[in-house]
């Protein structure tokens, strides 16, 4: 069986500062892993993706991630936070060769000025 | 990145009306497409998958005659609430999945609010 777990439903940031979202995963085989973004009353919008290449993943906007098989984690980082950054962040995982993506519960970050 | 449409954007309906919510992949073939709902402060809820040109996969609890999915092309999959009641009131979400090239990953649509009265 899949599973996400995001631990902190609310993380809270001052400007400038690290922020760190937590992932955690158990898969039964090696999976793909995702992290999306979701502004207010808009869709998700995909910030990187672990596929089995390097374990350290950037993606957009100054993030990236990292994929630790001895953890199951793929924690979420960037290293100075910024007032735009607040959203809701999910992380997502699907086996290999599957459609069936297993999202989290979310984590909202707020960035405080 | 890939891009994913969803018309309309928001939609208030009387009870008992149905609803057509249209999914579009803008730039590339989806194979599959999926269905969320979202409810306010939660995660998505998968409601289930459709593959062009055969019959939708439905998740566990969801009614399949009341959330009609056709996809019958490989860039369009549309979903109808039936007889809209306010407790369908939610935020519904498409995304879709293309072929190989474009790995694993699922392009998400900008989401469809609906409100029932």
């Known amino acids: 069986a899949q599973s996400v777990t995001q631990l902190g439903s609310h993380v809270s940031v001052s400007e400038g500062a690290l922020v760190l979202l937590r992932c955690n995963y158990s898969?039964?085989?090696?999976?793909?892993l995702f992290w999306y973004v979701q502004y207010p009353n808009q869709g998700l919008q995909l910030l990187l993706k672990?596929?089995?290449?390097?374990?350290l993943v950037k993606g957009i906007n100054g993030f990236e991630a990292e994929f630790k098989k001895s953890e199951t984690s793929f924690h979420l980082t960037k290293p100075s936070a910024h007032m735009s950054d607040a959203a809701e962040y999910f992380c997502a995982v699907t086996p290999t060769g599957s459609n069936q993506f297993y999202f989290g519960t979310g984590t909202s970050l707020t960035v405080i000025p | 990145g890939a891009v994913v449409s969803q018309h309309p954007s928001r939609v208030i309906c009387k009870s008992g009306t149905s609803v057509k919510i249209e999914c579009r992949s803008l730039?590339?073939?989806?194979?599959?497409m999926f269905w969320y709902r979202q409810f306010p402060k939660k995660s998505l809820m998968l409601m289930a998958t459709?593959?062009?040109?055969?019959?939708?996969?439905?998740e566990q609890g969801v009614e399949k005659d009341k959330f009609l999915i056709n996809h019958a092309s490989l860039t369009l999959s549309t979903l109808t609430v039936t007889s809209a009641h306010p407790e369908d009131s939610s935020f519904y979400i498409c995304s879709a999945r293309g072929s190989s090239g474009r790995g694993e990953t699922q392009y998400f649509g900008p989401g469809t609010r609906l409100l029932v009265l």
């Open positions: 898969s039964s085989v090696p999976p793909y």
């Open positions: 730039d590339f073939q989806a194979t599959t």
């Open positions: 672990y596929t089995s290449a390097a374990t």
């Open positions: 459709s593959n062009e040109g055969s019959k939708a996969t439905y």
